[in-house]
Each structure stands twice: as C-alpha cells, then as structure tokens.
C-alpha cells in the first residue's frame, strides 16, 4: 500500500470514531476526563513479557481522581498468532462529593493477532476481570466482574521497511465493549483514536482519545457520556528494536 493510501485510510479511520461524537466539546451533560499512564514492559525471554502499569485520571466535570497500579502483569506468547496474558491492577478513587473507592482487579486474558504483510498490528484482545471494590466510608467490598473485548488496529505512517523503527509515527483505532455480569449489560463501549511516535528503541508516546458511552442512572441504552483524553508512555526497559507484538499495552 503507497504511503498516500494508508496515510488517507487513517484519516478516514479518524474521521469515523470522532463523527460519532457530534457538538462533544459544546454539550454541557458530556464530561472530560485526563489521564496520564506510564507503562515500563520488559522482555522475560523470547516468548514472555513482564509489565507495569502507572495512571493519574483527573475527571474535573465529576470531581474525582484516580491512582493506578498495575503490578505484577506479564503475557505469555504462544506463537505470532496469540498470547496469554494476566495481571493485578489496585486503583484509588477520590471523590469529592461520593465515598472513595479502593479496587483491586486481577485478570486474565487472550489477545489474538492476524498476521499480514503490510505490517499493520491488527488484533483482537479479550480480558475477563475480576473487580473486588471497597466502599472506603462502610470498609464493604462489593464484586463487579466483567468481560471486555477490544478490537483494535496500529497502522505505521511510514513505508514497510521502517515500519515500527525509531523517529517514526503511527496511528491506532479501537472499539472496547464491557460486558457487566452483575447487570447482564455491555456497560461501557467505548470508541478510540490516536496517534503515536515512536522515539527510540525505548520509548514510545501515544495521544489517544477516547469516546465512551454508558448507561446513566434510568436509562435503559447507552448514551454518549464521556471525553477521555490519555497520554500514554511505553518504556521498554531491555534493548532492541520496537516490536509491536513484544510492545504490550492495557488501559482501564
């Protein structure tokens, strides 16, 4: 593919997850949230891959803040086609106007490549989680679990043989549902762009943003929600070229 025809593809890509957001910037029901992630990833062996995951998300509109801790977290690579993957996260939730929350999330999943020779990483990632969340003003704990399954694709905006190379851009498109089991409900979906540079063979920046819908108290359908806007850091802490089936990633 020419670099004229991927570049145009992504921009359609673009285009279509943010016109489902008409007038988002103007409606006073939607809120904005920021977040901020650092996401170190070592290389085990030729076949497994640890991680960590650090979050700060401020919500102005609804007045809290969030802490992330992802820790322990590895994948597990079967071959160029699948890997299993698992991990703990702990998040700290401040409220201003609601009791604070303490959850911890472990959770097991498997994420699924197609391989291709137009090196573009497409695949489908599925997670189930097991939410333990503490109510910190009654010390309760309460069980939320869900399924979420992203569908997602990274597209390099470079020609074939510096794809995913140093002082290179890519883009990336995704759509997240989360099925609710205590609900029987896919509550969040959300619908996600961004572009990303890669700076070297350790770090990598990406700009994503989010567009995420929700069932809002008495509604029976998901209804656009929720702006949110992350900047995410990869930092690879082993040497080597940037490989994006060895370049894991995971969000809340």
Do not use: C
């Not at 883009?171 to 099925?179: I, T």
């Amino acid at each position: 593919m020419k670099r004229t025809s991927r570049t145009l593809l992504v921009s359609m890509i673009a285009m279509l997850v943010l016109s489902v957001h008409p007038a988002w910037a103007q409606d006073e029901d939607i809120s904005h949230e920021y977040r901020l992630t650092l996401f170190p990833y070592h290389r085990l062996t030729d076949k497994a891959t640890a991680f960590e995951y650090l979050g700060y998300v401020t919500n102005p509109d609804k007045d809290y803040q969030t802490y992330y801790l992802g820790l322990p977290g590895a994948n597990y690579s079967l071959n160029r086609v699948a890997q299993l993957w698992g991990g703990v996260f702990y998040t700290y939730t401040d409220n201003a106007s609601a009791a604070d929350k303490l959850e911890v999330r472990p959770f097991v999943g498997v994420k699924l490549f197609l391989p291709n020779h137009l090196k573009w990483h497409i695949y489908d990632f599925t997670r189930f989680e097991f939410r333990q969340i503490q109510d910190r003003n009654t010390r309760d704990w309460s069980s939320i679990n869900r399924l979420r399954n992203r569908l997602g694709v990274e597209v390099p905006l470079t020609s074939r043989e510096k794809a995913w190379q140093p002082k290179t851009w890519y883009a990336l498109a995704d759509a997240e549902l989360f099925y609710r089991y205590d609900r029987d409900v896919i509550d969040p979906l959300r619908l996600r762009g961004g572009i990303a540079y890669i700076v070297n063979s350790r770090f990598t920046v990406e700009a994503i943003y989010h567009g995420q819908y929700t069932r809002p108290a008495g509604s029976n359908s998901l209804q656009y929600t929720d702006n949110i806007f992350r900047l995410n850091i990869k930092i690879g802490l082993s040497r080597g070229v940037l490989d994006p089936f060895f370049s894991p990633d995971a969000d809340d």
